[in-house]
């Protein structure tokens, strides 16, 4: 067997983006945004989805959440707690690669 | 109607019948169509712009072998124009150079490619096809080599229940994101051959663990979806999330199905896309909304807290083993005959264990079977 890949771990310094079979789309039926997978469609809250749109493949973690905090003037300590949380699941789903 | 109807929201599209497998559990009903009946690539394409006016936003494209339609790169392209979610469910056997690499670039979202063993000689005997395993491996290796995300699809039964870590090595070693170990629904091809691929007990249980264990040793590295085997269940499934809820299928000729055994419930007749409209279908079809929703259900389905979450099971089923489409699936622990279930389990045991009918599959092709059943 080949050597297993590894699980990644959400940390300050990654940097998160969309998978190539995860794409973000708008419904113009529905007046949502959709999240499209394989076999599942998530409809994202309106943070999640501000957080989705922020993993871009260029944004650290670490920039992310400085600007979710800035934009909803919140402690970067406790949206980073929620972010990080968010990613990891992601992350485990392979719905977000780090 | 109790619940609002809903546009649906996925499409299953049987491109065709044929296929260079034989798998003695098809999906596929048991009078396939032949090619002469098939959609045209226009009609096809009609049919998909239609879906995504009324909401669809992913389409499965199966059959039989998709692959086998030469206009499947068209059909790829027409999707992917409005914006929907492809998602080619292929046997991966016979599908010429070039043509992956081609279906990637008309804008195919993910492949799922469907093993029947972990081993050669399994893969090779249950879809009755000499060289089949290796051809399967060559087209993961090229769906991952045009940048494809891939599935690895492990139908489950008697005759490969044992192999399932040696699936979960398979499907790593393919760099798959996703694994679903997919127990044989007992419907069709499957219910005509279920004393020969019921599992046992045992390897049931020893399955879950297996399963169970892996999908935590494997979060985030691949995503294990397990389809347990209904007949040791306590719940049912809720078959396509509840009838003509938010999704449909559509045969080779373009008939419109809630289920893909739909057309196993006598009583109900189906309609065709054209003349007939998706979205006349979708709202109006008496066989769409015989089972939509819960004023159908009887008891105990209609008093039950889990009625929104099962939706009373598998009609198909219901109908298969109950004599009646609209009992509550027998899967179900509340079903008054869910015994059966136990006792089809013990008899299929018996009768698999005798040594001359050991594999006596009955294979799927044109004319095996005259009458279901």
Redesign the interface.
Known sequence: MMALRERAVVSLRSVPSLPKHVRIQYDPLRQAFAVLSPEKIFWPNDVSLDILRRCDGRSTVGDIIAGLAADYEAEQEAVATDVIAFLQEWSDKLLVRL | MSTPLL?P??MLAELTHRCPLQCPYCSNPLELLKANRELDTETWLALFSEAADL?V??VHLSGGEPTLRRDLEQLIAGLAGR?V?T?LITAGVGIVEGRIEAFAEAGL??L?LSFQGARPATTDRIGNHKGAHEKKLETARRARAA?L?L?INAPIHRHNIEEVPEFI?LA??LGA??LEIANVQYAGWALTNRDQLMPEREAVDRQAEIVAEAQERL?????I?FVTPDYFAIYPKPCMGGWARDAFMVTPDGTVLPCHAAQTIPSLSFERFEPRRLSSIWADSPAFNAFRGTDWMQEPCRGCERREIDWGGCRCQAMAIAGDAAATDPACAKSPIHARMAMLIDEAKRIATVPSREEAFVYRRIGAVTESA
């Open positions: 546009p929201i996925g909401g936003l992913q914006g979610y998602n979202d993910h799922q940048g995300p599935t090595d790593l070693s994101e996703r979060a985030g590295i691949i995503n979806d």
